[in-house]
Each structure stands twice: as structure tokens, then as C-alpha cells.
């Protein structure tokens, strides 16, 4: 018996045989060629197949597990027809005159380290999307197809899982899903929690447990390859009084999340961009905990204006028909770059010019943001939250702004109604000073994620010190306690978004800590709601 410990990505667990899938690697030569024509046709060929190839997965995506999780074919399609991608592909074909493949290897070669340097590791997830849809497009150039599946119930294991290599299986048939590469971040992994199926991500896959029975345990983070049978009789017996705790439990997404003794967590969803609005309505989130409005600036060519920022923030707050939705200012840096602000090359842009520090150097975009979200707030019940707070200095600043902008808003004949004012806690800083900063704010949000890679000094996407990371190290838990407690004695309440509000294995001791609000991704809210109803406190 051999137990491996991993990355935990979806809960529950999974007892069946291992079947490793193994794809041959593909090798790109840089052919020369000189009719270059033919090359930019058998491309242009490869990325209508490819494209047409993702909208008919996002079509079944759609159908089996919701039109939010079938989004992410659909950017993979637009992302294969992407202007900048055929911009490179075309130019390596035409000048350097060499093959289509190996144009569409350096194209995506090109965006994939554009995403890797990125220090947010959502955005860096997102280099996978771009190995995934260079993957497809060269596989149409070869004449190339994905191999099958088996034909029994099984653990998927493999090196990297990309979402279609998920979708492109029988739901039915898989157990589990073990992978080397991936984050939680990773869209196969989004997609995994959404299908509630067991994940670990981290493990070394030995190709010789091919066939051998195993047990992914998704709440452990472990991996048993070749348990022995009493290990698996209380494996099957866990599993069984699990399921019999499901089959009693309702889920009525309308129903506010409540412990057994009757305390109220609001359960509200973290939100990217609009088209996770059905998804979060359906989950029954009781508002936006974070809306991300980074993603606004990163998708567009240009500084978005002010009736562009505008309009966006007023269909969230329309949307959510009085519920609240904190709008997280622009949280960009370096390390999310965008090409229409100077944003001048740092070596631990962690540590640098981003979020609210990127906000005062750029004084005029900070203003219009303000000014945005001030007047969506007419449209519903809308709060603002300032990322990367450190001192009281800056929120002396912020408030010193937010009058400016309220003042020439009122001049202009716009009335702007109450919004409350939150501080991310993501800093050491700003934790210690929690008493002084609740001074200045209406509600704290706790981004775990960003903490504790400052308290503890660890890059969490770097696999070679993934030991040393530890959102439950007792220095965090003090920073948590103690902004708690600094908050509460102010009589405002703790939201936390981060990664441990998204793991209903912590829900039980982040309730005991006392915080009052979680905020996750909409896939996972029923989930945690499940958490919140059976704790006990």
C-alpha cells in the first residue's frame, strides 16, 4: 500500500481502478517553406476545425452541466480565431517562411510565457488555456485525434488535464481525476468541483499503477494506490454514511445558509465577468462577495471611460434586484499587465505597484472608477473594496477622493447614495493594524490567498516550496483571530474570499473563528452552503 498526499481540488472520494491517459508529446520542427499560401490555407483550415470542434463541446457542456461551465469552449474557440495569435502565426509564416505548425508552436509559445509571469494565479491558470487551444490547433494541422476512454468505471490519471479532455469523457465512467500539473485555478479543475467530481493535483503519476485499484480521498488530499482491505472497508464505509448524510439533506439554493443552531453565514459569489451572473443567481448566492473588475481593464484594448465602467457595474447591480455586490477597485499590476498603462518591468511585482498603489499613481483612472461605481450605485445596493491596503494613510487618501468624486458627481445634478466602504485584509500590515483600519471601513474582506503568502514567504504556485504553504499555520490563524475580533468590536462584519473560504473542509473552524460572510465561486456555493448547515456551532 502506497499513499501519496496532494493538492485537494474537489471533495468526496473516489474508490476504483487507476487508467492513465498518455498522450504522444507533440514535436514541431521549423520546416521551410516556400509556398506560403498553402501553409496560411491548412491553418486557417486547422482553426475552423478547431473552433467548430469547442463550440460543439461547449454545446454539450451546456446541456450537461450549465451554460456557465460551458463558457470556458467558447473562449477557447474565440481564443483558436484570435486576431493576435493569427497576427504571429501569419507573420512566421510569411517572412520567415516557415510552417504552419511550427508558426502556431511559437504563437503559442508567445502568449503561454505572457501568462506565466503573471504573479496572480488565476490569471497564470490561464497559460493552460493557451497550451490547451496551441494543443488542438496543431493536432489539426497533424491529422491528429484524442484516444478514447475505457470501457469501466475508473480514476483518471494523467500528467495535465485540459477542460475538453474532461468534457470528451463519459461523466458516468469517471471516479476520480489525479493530475500532476493544475491548480485550482485551472479551468479543468473548476469544471471537476462544478461535476463534483473527486480531484487531487501535485502527484508524480507512475505509469505502472495502470490498472491497479486505488482510493482518492479529495477531503484528505491523499491517494492510496493499492490499499489493502481493511483500508478499503472503512473507505466504503465513510463513503456510504457520507452519501447517507447527502440523501437527508435539502438544498433549497432560496434558503439562507444556517448552522445547526440557527447562525446566519451570508453565502455570496466571487464574480469575473458577467457571464458567471445565471450561475451565481442559480446557486442562490446572496449577492457578490468580489466582483473582480480587473477583468474589465484586462479585456479591453483601452483605459476603459467612465460610461464604459458604468454600464458594466450597472447590470451587476441591476442584476442582483437589491443584493449587495462589493466592487473590488482594480487590482493590476505587472505581474496582469495591460499594454495602455506604463507599467515599467519589476522584478517581484508581488511587492510592487499594484492594486491600490497602481490606483494613486493613476489618479484620473482612479477617479473614474470612483465615479463609475458611485453612479451604478443608483441601480441597486453597491459597495466599494480597496485591495492592498497596508497603512491609514492610504484609506485617509481614498476617503479624501471618494469626497472629491462625490462632490463633483453632486455638482453635475447626480445624486450619489450610500456605499459602503471595505478594506481587503490581504496584507500582515493591515491585519495587525485591523483596529485602527476598522476605523475607516464599513466591512473587512480577507484574502486569505495573498496573506498568507506574506506571512509565511511562499510563492504558493511555486511546486518546489508547495511544503512550506500552509493556510492553517498558526501565525495566520492569529492574523485571522485578531481581525476578527478588531472588527467586531467595531460592530462591522468579516467577509473572506480567499482560497479557504472555497473549502468546505475549513468552513466548520472559519465559522468558530467567527468570521461572518464567505464568498466563493458559484460552482461551489452549494457546497459550502452544505458545510454551513452541518456545522454545529
Given at each position: 500500500m502506497?499513499?501519496l498526499?496532494g493538492?485537494r481540488?474537489s471533495?468526496?472520494?473516489?474508490?476504483?481502478?487507476?487508467?492513465?491517459r498518455?498522450?504522444?508529446?507533440i514535436r514541431?520542427?521549423?520546416v521551410?517553406?516556400t509556398?506560403?499560401?498553402?501553409?496560411?490555407?491548412?491553418?486557417e483550415a486547422?482553426?475552423?476545425?478547431?473552433?467548430?470542434?469547442?463550440?460543439?463541446?461547449?454545446e454539450r457542456?451546456?446541456r450537461?452541466?450549465?451554460?456557465?461551465?460551458?463558457k470556458?469552449?467558447?473562449v477557447?474557440?474565440?481564443?483558436?480565431?484570435?486576431v493576435?495569435?493569427?497576427?504571429?502565426?501569419?507573420?512566421?509564416?510569411?517572412?520567415?517562411?516557415?510552417?504552419?505548425?511550427?508558426a502556431?508552436?511559437?504563437a503559442?509559445?508567445?502568449f503561454a510565457?505572457?501568462?506565466?509571469?503573471?504573479?496572480?494565479?488565476y490569471?497564470?491558470?490561464?497559460?493552460?488555456?493557451?497550451?490547451?487551444?496551441t494543443d488542438r490547433?496543431?493536432?489539426a494541422l497533424?491529422g491528429?485525434?484524442?484516444?478514447?476512454e475505457?470501457?469501466k468505471?475508473?480514476?483518471l490519471?494523467?500528467s495535465?488535464?485540459?477542460p475538453a479532455?474532461?468534457?470528451?469523457?463519459?461523466?458516468s465512467?469517471?471516479?476520480?481525476i489525479?493530475?500532476?500539473?493544475?491548480?485550482?485555478?485551472s479551468?479543468?479543475s473548476?469544471?471537476?468541483?462544478?461535476?463534483?467530481i473527486?480531484?487531487?493535483?501535485?502527484?508524480?503519476?507512475?505509469?505502472?499503477w495502470?490498472?491497479?485499484q486505488?482510493?482518492?480521498?479529495?477531503?484528505?488530499?491523499?491517494l492510496?494506490?493499492d490499499?489493502d482491505i481493511e483500508?478499503?472497508?472503512?473507505?466504503?464505509?465513510?463513503?456510504?454514511a457520507d452519501?447517507?448524510?447527502d440523501?437527508g439533506?435539502?438544498?433549497?439554493?432560496a434558503d439562507p445558509?444556517?448552522?445547526?443552531?440557527?447562525?446566519?453565514?451570508?453565502?455570496?459569489?466571487n464574480?469575473?465577468?458577467?457571464?458567471?451572473?445565471e450561475?451565481?443567481?442559480l446557486a442562490?448566492?446572496?449577492?457578490?462577495?468580489l466582483?473582480r473588475?480587473e477583468?474589465?481593464?484586462?479585456?479591453?484594448?483601452?483605459?476603459?471611460?467612465?460610461?464604459?465602467?458604468f454600464?458594466?457595474y450597472k447590470d451587476?447591480?441591476?442584476?442582483?434586484?437589491?443584493q449587495k455586490?462589493?466592487i473590488?477597485?482594480?487590482?493590476?499590476?505587472?505581474d496582469?499587465p495591460?499594454?495602455?498603462l506604463?507599467?515599467?518591468h519589476e522584478?517581484?511585482?508581488?511587492?510592487?505597484k499594484r492594486a491600490?498603489?497602481?490606483?494613486f499613481?493613476n489618479p484620473?483612472m482612479f477617479r473614474?472608477?470612483?465615479?463609475?461605481?458611485?453612479?451604478a450605485a443608483?441601480?441597486?445596493?453597491?459597495?466599494?473594496?480597496?485591495?492592498?491596503?497596508?497603512?491609514?494613510?492610504?484609506?485617509?487618501?481614498?476617503?479624501r477622493?471618494?469626497?472629491?468624486?462625490?462632490?463633483?458627481?453632486?455638482?453635475?445634478?447626480i445624486?450619489?447614495?450610500?456605499?459602503q466602504r471595505g478594506?481587503?485584509?490581504?496584507?500582515p500590515?493591515?491585519?495587525?493594524?485591523?483596529d485602527?483600519?476598522?476605523?475607516?471601513?464599513?466591512f473587512?474582506?480577507?484574502?486569505?490567498?495573498?496573506?498568507?503568502q506574506?506571512?509565511?514567504?511562499v510563492?504558493?504556485?511555486?511546486g518546489?516550496?508547495?511544503?512550506?504553504?500552509?493556510?492553517?499555520?498558526?501565525?495566520?490563524?492569529?492574523?485571522?483571530?485578531?481581525?476578527v475580533?478588531?472588527?467586531?468590536r467595531?460592530?462591522i462584519?468579516?467577509?473572506?474570499?480567499?482560497?479557504?473560504?472555497?473549502?468546505?473542509?475549513?468552513?466548520?473552524r472559519l465559522?468558530?473563528?467567527?468570521?461572518?460572510?464567505?464568498?466563493?465561486?458559484?460552482?461551489?456555493?452549494?457546497?459550502?452552503r452544505?458545510a454551513?448547515r452541518?456545522?454545529r456551532?
Amino acid at each position: 500500500m502506497e499513499t501519496l498526499r496532494g493538492n485537494r481540488i474537489s471533495s468526496k472520494t473516489a474508490i476504483g481502478q487507476i487508467r492513465i491517459r498518455t498522450e504522444r508529446p507533440i514535436r514541431v520542427q521549423p520546416v521551410p517553406v516556400t509556398d506560403t499560401q498553402t501553409e496560411i490555407a491548412r491553418y486557417e483550415a486547422a482553426v475552423r476545425q478547431a473552433a467548430a470542434e469547442l463550440r460543439a463541446l461547449s454545446e454539450r457542456a451546456s446541456r450537461t452541466i450549465g451554460p456557465w461551465n460551458a463558457k470556458i469552449f467558447e473562449v477557447h474557440a474565440m481564443m483558436a480565431e484570435d486576431v493576435d495569435y493569427r497576427s504571429i502565426v501569419l507573420e512566421t509564416i510569411e517572412e520567415k517562411k516557415l510552417c504552419a505548425e511550427y508558426a502556431v508552436e511559437l504563437a503559442g509559445r508567445h502568449f503561454a510565457e505572457m501568462f506565466e509571469q503573471m504573479d496572480d494565479p488565476y490569471f497564470r491558470a490561464r497559460m493552460q488555456d493557451i497550451k490547451d487551444v496551441t494543443d488542438r490547433l496543431l493536432r489539426a494541422l497533424m491529422g491528429e485525434h484524442v484516444s478514447g476512454e475505457p470501457d469501466k468505471p475508473y480514476i483518471l490519471a494523467a500528467s495535465e488535464l485540459a477542460p475538453a479532455d474532461l468534457m470528451q469523457q463519459d461523466r458516468s465512467r469517471i471516479l476520480g481525476i489525479v493530475t500532476e500539473q493544475g491548480t485550482a485555478y485551472s479551468h479543468a479543475s473548476i469544471l471537476a468541483k462544478s461535476m463534483r467530481i473527486p480531484m487531487l493535483t501535485g502527484i508524480t503519476i507512475n505509469p505502472q499503477w495502470d490498472g491497479h485499484q486505488a482510493i482518492l480521498d479529495g477531503s484528505r488530499g491523499t491517494l492510496i494506490v493499492d490499499p489493502d482491505i481493511e483500508t478499503v472497508k472503512e473507505y466504503l464505509r465513510l463513503t456510504a454514511a457520507d452519501a447517507g448524510r447527502d440523501d437527508g439533506q435539502t438544498d433549497e439554493p432560496a434558503d439562507p445558509a444556517l448552522t445547526k443552531s440557527g447562525k446566519h453565514i451570508v453565502l455570496r459569489a466571487n464574480i469575473g465577468d458577467a457571464s458567471e451572473l445565471e450561475a451565481a443567481s442559480l446557486a442562490g448566492a446572496e449577492g457578490i462577495g468580489l466582483l473582480r473588475s480587473e477583468y474589465l481593464f484586462m479585456e479591453s484594448a483601452q483605459l476603459p471611460d467612465e460610461e464604459d465602467q458604468f454600464r458594466y457595474y450597472k447590470d451587476f447591480a441591476s442584476a442582483m434586484k437589491g443584493q449587495k455586490v462589493v466592487i473590488r477597485t482594480v487590482d493590476i499590476g505587472t505581474d496582469k499587465p495591460v499594454s495602455y498603462l506604463r507599467m515599467p518591468h519589476e522584478e517581484n511585482p508581488a511587492l510592487g505597484k499594484r492594486a491600490i498603489r497602481l490606483s494613486f499613481d493613476n489618479p484620473d483612472m482612479f477617479r473614474t472608477q470612483l465615479r463609475a461605481i458611485f453612479r451604478a450605485a443608483q441601480f441597486g445596493n453597491v459597495a466599494v473594496l480597496y485591495p492592498m491596503i497596508t497603512s491609514e494613510w492610504e484609506m485617509k487618501e481614498i476617503i479624501r477622493m471618494e469626497d472629491e468624486v462625490r462632490k463633483s458627481l453632486l455638482e453635475e445634478g447626480i445624486e450619489v447614495p450610500a456605499v459602503q466602504r471595505g478594506i481587503m485584509i490581504e496584507t500582515p500590515s493591515a491585519a495587525l493594524i485591523s483596529d485602527r483600519l476598522s476605523e475607516y471601513a464599513d466591512f473587512f474582506s480577507i484574502g486569505t490567498n495573498d496573506l498568507a503568502q506574506y506571512v509565511l514567504a511562499v510563492d504558493r504556485m511555486n511546486g518546489s516550496v508547495s511544503k512550506y504553504y500552509d493556510p492553517w499555520h498558526d501565525a495566520i490563524l492569529r492574523l485571522l483571530t485578531l481581525t476578527v475580533q478588531n472588527a467586531h468590536r467595531k460592530g462591522i462584519p468579516v467577509c473572506l474570499c480567499g482560497e479557504l473560504a472555497a473549502d468546505p473542509e475549513a468552513t466548520a473552524r472559519l465559522i468558530a473563528l467567527g468570521v461572518d460572510e464567505l464568498s466563493v465561486a458559484p460552482s461551489l456555493i452549494p457546497e459550502i452552503r452544505r458545510a454551513i448547515r452541518s456545522c454545529r456551532l
